[in-house]
């Protein structure tokens, strides 16, 4: 049996080839193999209990599990609300819109 660490290491590097294969993919116009290897990272990070980094979280859609692309599959607008910003990412195959407000110091991340 693996230690705890080191399959959340092995799981995480599956994730981050899959992620590149599933952005690779949808550059490329193969949107059924990019909707596959990101089902995949969902479901390897499920089955192993482990909380996907955030950026990971955020580069796919939350609706239709697309690699959010900005200009191919995913528009991006930010929107100033006092002191904060709020990022709108739409995605482009099943239009879903999500927002996340963010301080103006952190909206460049």
Do not use: Y
Not at 30 to 44: C, K, Q
Not at 74 to 97: P, Q
């Amino acid at each position: 049996m693996l230690r705890r660490h080191v399959l959340r290491d092995l799981v995480l590097q599956r994730i981050e080839i899959l992620r590149e294969l599933s952005f690779k993919a949808i550059r490329e116009g193969d949107v059924e193999l990019a909707l596959t290897a990101s089902n995949l990272i969902f479901r390897l990070a499920m089955r192993n209990s482990i909380d996907l980094p955030r950026d990971i979280k955020r580069s796919f859609c939350r609706k239709c599990r697309a690699p959010l692309i900005p200009g191919l599959t995913a528009t991006i607008r930010l929107r100033s609300k006092g002191r904060n910003v709020i990022r709108i990412v739409t995605c482009h195959l099943c239009w879903n819109i999500h927002r996340l407000e963010m301080h103006k110091s952190d909206h460049h991340s």
